[in-house]
């Protein structure tokens, strides 16, 4: 257990000195010793904690993919920090929203949540799962397309100009087909991208209860608070509050030290 | 008799008459309105009685405890409803993960709740109010008042002395390794999509232009393949070549190709035929000879003792439609 500790306060203490592979070493390692305590719960989160800071201090310097979000976000909630873990599965989701571990793992922590019974529909906390263009194709399946699509145009082209041929248009016809429908599924990211940045997603560190108002006076949006690791999405802020939309739509104020950004 | 002692007597008798009257023993007796009062689950009879009661009353924070009512002095014990406490607001801000559980008599319920938050709280028993048919009309509901039960909640603490070991509880692929970047960027940077948009216009035009380089006389030829009949001429002429009888073919393509491509009569055969077709069309003499030659060596070759092979026909007559398709472009 002490080294544990020194090996967090070397970690967490002095950041600034710890290079990039002993982060990564540290934390791979701490997530195997959990690993092999998993056992007793008691000996397996600490070595589950320090690895999570490591994959928190090493993504924050820079680092970021969407292995070490899905390795952080699992490290996190193996440490059971629920929010936390949420909130390194919407970190990778951003850089990679159509990666299927980060998606089902994201599912895993939202199931940990503990879920009021919502009175009504527009209490609903949990969202739904992931979908749309982003959700399926990545960045890189649209330019494998494209590629595929300029080689069939290329081909139909240096066809029509050199030996000619019955089949030069049609094949140049699908290339261009190709590439108009690459053209419009990455303007169907672009927007989604865009809608999502619009009101990027805040998650609670702790029990707290949806006002009316910004401010402790303002009566309950909802008579039960919100659990720890609910997901909210930011409409506006103001004095230290949130104006946040619940996944079923209703609309209230949150104190913003009761909330995680996603980072 | 005294003024108080008939004041008694009046009331008594009062109270004689309408215990006599039969009384609801059952809810299905009472009106809509009765049945639908707030706070009321169908209790029936006079002195009824409600006690709640907790089971532990000092809990750690994750645990659950047993809420336990007690309905007594009650004529329809079978009758009687439990009082729905996940739908109270007060009561979900306290526990979560409501769970009935039956009671060991028809006037008990149970119920199995985990408080949320670590504290001292005073449970918020609900209103339980009653139907007494012995009093009279419009009194007849009655509150039955109960203490309401204490409990505390004590955070989790973590024992130094050593205890049972509780595995971590995950899904198995998170006890797997943990997943290593594979280095690649999450996207294509940015000037992938402009190399893939510059080799998409470039390559092909470097192709085009080596092809020329490399073959002068094949971009004429693609030139005048962009002919719908004389591509069909050339076309079956390479596929004469591979078939059985290349010359029979060869005047075929030949003939075809003069009435697609030059507007010759259809009904033109022999060479004469096609020769005066030709000649009224207005045709010079040097290209009518070189019609008449072409169609007089298909005519030798499969009829005459000509040397002259199918093969070396189809290669003539190749060069024909390119030495004219190449003048007239």
Known sequence: ?263 | MSRIGKGYACMWLAFAATARAQPPASVERLSPVERQQSDFYAAIGSGVTAAWTVEPARVELGADIELTLKVANADNPAELLRPNLADRPEWKAIFGGFRDSPGSSPGEFRYRLKPRNAGAFVLPIPKYRFYNPRLPEGRRFQTAFAAAPNITVIPIVIASAPSAQIPLDAPDRFFDDPPSSSGAPASPPAWYWWALLASGASVPSAGIVFWRWRNPDAAKLARIRRARSVRIALDALRKAERGPDPTASVTKIALRYLVERHRMPASAHTPREVSDALRSEGWPPEKLGEVEAILARCDAVRFGAATDSGLSLVESTRRWIERWEGAAT
């Open chain 1, 1 to 263: 257990m002490n080294a544990l500790f020194i090996t967090l306060v070397l970690i967490a203490g002095k950041p600034a000195e710890a290079t990039e592979a002993e982060l990564a070493d540290t934390a791979r390692r701490e997530y195997l010793l959990g690993v092999e305590a998993r056992g007793d719960a008691r000996v397996a989160r600490p070595h589950f904690a320090a690895a999570a800071v490591a994959y928190r201090l090493f993504w924050e310097r820079g680092s970021r993919t969407p292995e070490l979000a899905e390795s952080w976000g699992r490290a996190e909630f193996l440490a059971g920090d629920s929010p936390r873990a949420i909130a390194a599965a919407h970190a990778g989701l951003r850089l990679a929203p159509q990666r299927a571990g980060l998606q089902r793992d994201l599912e895993t922590y939202r199931d940990a949540v503990i879920a009021v019974p919502e009175a009504k529909p527009d209490e609903r906390l949990r969202p739904p799962r992931l979908s749309g263009v982003r959700a399926r194709v990545s960045e890189w399946d649209l330019f494998g397309a494209a590629i595929v699509a300029v080689s069939i145009l290329s081909i139909g082209v240096m066809r029509r100009f050199t030996v000619g041929g019955a089949w030069a248009f049609p094949t140049a016809a699908v290339g261009v087909a190709g590439l108009i429908v690459v053209g419009g599924l990455t303007w169907e990211r672009a927007g989604e991208a865009a809608e999502e940045r619009s009101a990027p997603v805040w998650v609670l560190r702790s029990d707290e209860v949806l006002r009316k108002g910004n401010g402790e006076s303002h009566a309950a949006r909802v008579d039960a608070p919100l659990p720890r690791g609910a997901e909210v999405r930011e409409i506006a802020r103001r004095g230290g509050w949130l104006q946040v939309r619940l996944a079923g739509g209703a609309i209230g104020w949150l104190p913003e030290r009761a909330l995680q950004p996603i980072p």
